[in-house]
């Protein structure tokens, strides 16, 4: 029994990251498809009498290439700024969609002023450890009614690291890491199973 249960617990942690990979592959082909492949496949119909096997999967890659180069020309740029403006005045909506997209951009982009070092702070209880990430120094009034210099921490949750929660840590009780950004955003996804090696620190030839 146990063996079949460890068969079967490898089993479910190599297909996870697949099915979950095609899942989302097959939501954006879906709406892509649907968006787009339809409509061009008929109008190619109408016009050459032809269809186009795959078309949906093409429309889809298109249509993502397109909207990255839409969203890097000024026009583009400025359009969605305006799109942007109209969510956040939508009640709800832009606290959910701002939330998602700046952790989205922190995370996927790794943009200057987002993350700034991975550490690791007791939590949820003293003895218990979880990794989290700097994102700035406590200011304002929150460091001036506290009598100790208080970071803000980012704490993620496994394994989509969007969501978690916000924490102010007191200096002293954070404990720096060496390990980037990256290497800790694969060990909270992965829940642990891929863990950053140890920088080994060069040695000096004494002569």
Known sequence: MKRIRKYFIT???????L???????????????AVLGKAIGNLI?????????GLGLLSTIVFIFLVGIFATNVLG????DFGDKTISRIPLVRSIYSSVKQMSEAIFTQKRGSFKRVVMIEY?????????????????????KTEEKVINI???????????????V???????????????????????MISP?????PEVDEE
């Open 11 to 17: 089993g479910i942690l190599v297909l996870m990251p």
């Open 19 to 33: 099915m979950i990979t095609l899942y989302l592959l097959w939501l954006a082909y879906s709406f892509a498809n």
């Open 45 to 53: 119909s109408y016009l050459f009498g032809i269809s186009i096997p």
């Open 77 to 80: 740029r400025s359009i969605i």
């Open 124 to 144: 949820p209880r003293k003895g218990i450890y979880t990794l989290g990430f700097v994102t700035g120094d406590g200011l304002g009034e929150v460091q001036d």
């Open 154 to 168: 980012f704490v993620p949750t496994t394994p989509n690291p969007t969501s978690g929660f916000f924490l102010m």
């Open 170 to 192: 007191p200096e002293e009780h954070v404990i720096s890491l060496e390990m980037s950004v990256e290497d800790g955003l694969k060990m909270i996804i992965s829940g642990g």
């Open 197 to 201: 090696e140890k920088k080994r620190i």
